[in-house]
């Protein structure tokens, strides 16, 4: 899976992801568990193979405020803490049963420094992490709930089913009962 995932950016030779993959460290994890809190550093990158994660923050109101899901095929980390190495201010979190590849930050710097492959893919994605937060402020400010809603399922479907209503409800920006309604709408 994550072989298929990183051949299919056509920049990273075999030797590259053989070398990758023998960095990683397989692990798994719970729903409910995190993968980093609140005031931690994080130092590591996951590739997610199976499960969905959700992060989220506390508003002033202490209320949970999920921003993010992140399904299989996709890379995780609290990215301005990885980068900077300041405390986060997101919690990470699995809402179902997970299966995660985990590479450390100093790792992953050292393949970067030996090989320009892994600094070309890792500029690439830094540019897709702020194309999807642009995505998701666009999406945010423009779309009704009515057609994020439409979005997320047509992208997964048997995903979106499985997380629970007050997390698609918050990262939709819209109340539970809001969502019931929505849902009722379409048919699936």
């Not at 798994?28 to 931690?40: H, L, R, S, T």
């Not at 130092?43 to 993010?68: M, P, Q």
């Amino acid at each position: 899976m994550l072989r298929e995932f990183l051949e299919g950016f056509k920049m990273l030779s075999d030797t590259d992801i053989t070398e990758f993959e023998e960095l990683l460290k397989k692990r798994e994890v719970k729903k409910g568990d995190f993968f980093i809190q609140n005031g931690a550093v994080c130092k590591r990158i996951a590739f997610v193979t199976s499960g969905v994660f959700r992060t989220y923050f506390l508003s002033d109101k202490a209320e949970e405020v999920t921003y993010c899901l992140t399904f299989p095929n996709n890379f995780l980390t609290a990215y301005s803490s990885y980068l900077t190495g300041n405390s986060t201010q997101e919690n990470i979190q699995a809402i179902q049963d997970a299966e995660l590849y985990i590479i450390s930050k100093g790792e992953m710097e050292k393949l970067a420094d030996n090989n320009v492959n892994w600094l070309v893919f890792l500029k690439f994605m830094a540019e897709q992490q702020y194309m999807e937060l642009e995505n998701r402020i666009f999406q945010l400010q423009k779309k009704n709930a009515l057609s994020k809603y439409k979005n997320l399922i047509e992208n997964s479907p048997q995903l979106v089913q499985k997380i629970p209503l007050e997390y698609l409800a918050s990262y939709l920006g819209i109340t539970q009962r809001h969502l019931t309604r929505i849902r009722k709408e379409i048919t699936y």
